[in-house]
């Protein structure tokens, strides 16, 4: 065996202390969220609520509806019922929202809410964490999803759309859970600019009741299930000056079929299938996702 000289050795410590401190990342990522420093800034809790205020295609105000019944930007692909329709897609009770998925005369009929109308009106917010508790269905085809679009390019179609896929599910792969960020072409030909995905294994997610949500900063977007880091992503769109820092505005469905590739399974669905929602709420703050110094 060589021995090594003890100055060098002291030298070559330091080096490697050196090495490895700009090796090192500059963030810390906790595994679990830590909502101490933030605020919450929206609240909707369907066990404590009589009636849910909820309008066709609104609009929203301050003493009216908190949701519209229909994507605002007009962008629907399957049936979603109005709530006063003749199949009933919302309905509220023991502690939570339902919201349906059911064929009727060989149709799609679903639920969807969505927080601002197409005028902009209502509930969005830039960065935050975003979160939804909810049990989810395990029926063939059913595709429930809790996501998040930009309102400036709902405004201005000339402007390029995010999404933030929180949470989706799809009733083939019950045991997966899809987290995704999108950038669209919001103009009438709707074409994917990029993407990118985050799949997690969630067994117990149509067992229980369970937290789907995301925190946006504007350095990293990291999603959580019941508060867990599952996955994330910089805040950042290669090949385009983008990001993620832009007011988002929440959407939550059930929907039958219609969704990627495979998922769809015509007239399969026997009855009906739900989504049982117990809040959706959003926080204004930062420091959540990282490791306290």
Avoid at 21 to 29: E, G, I, L, T, Y
Avoid at 103 to 113: K, Q, T
Wanted: charged share 15%; no cysteine.
């Amino acid at each position: 065996m060589r021995l090594l000289n003890p100055e060098r050795l002291g030298l070559g410590l330091v080096v490697a202390a050196l090495l490895a401190a700009v090796a090192a990342p500059s963030r810390a990522f906790a595994q679990a969220m830590n909502l101490r420093h933030y605020t919450m800034t929206f609240n909707q809790n369907f066990g404590a609520i009589n009636a849910l205020k909820v309008s066709d295609f609104g609009p929203i105000s301050r003493r009216g509806p908190t949701w519209i019944a229909h994507t605002p930007y007009d962008g629907d692909w399957v049936k979603f019922e109005a709530p006063s329709g003749a199949f009933q897609p919302f309905r509220l009770g023991h502690g939570y929202l339902t919201i349906r998925t059911q064929i009727i005369n060989g149709v799609s009929n679903g639920g969807l809410l969505s927080s601002v109308d197409a005028q902009g009106n209502g509930f969005s917010q830039k960065y935050g964490y975003f979160e939804m508790k909810a049990k989810l269905p395990a029926g063939p085809g059913t595709w429930p999803a809790f996501w998040l679009m930009s309102l400036p390019a709902l405004l201005n179609r000339d402007l390029p759309m995010d999404e933030i896929d929180i949470a989706e599910q799809w009733g083939n792969s019950i045991n997966d859970l899809f987290s995704t960020l999108h950038l669209w072409d919001a103009s009438a030909s709707w074409r994917q600019l990029w993407n990118t995905q985050s799949v997690s294994n969630q067994p117990t997610m149509t067992t229980g009741f369970h937290s789907f949500g995301v925190d946006i900063q504007p350095d990293y977007i990291t999603f959580y299930y019941d508060r867990e880091r599952i996955g994330q992503f910089p805040n950042a769109i290669p090949g385009y000056p983008d990001k993620f820092d832009q007011p988002m505005y929440i959407m939550l469905d059930l929907a039958y079929g219609g969704g990627a590739p495979g998922i769809s399974a015509p007239n399969s669905l026997s009855g009906h299938q739900d989504l049982q929602v117990k809040y959706v709420r959003v926080w204004q703050g930062s420091g959540g996702s990282t490791v306290a110094d």
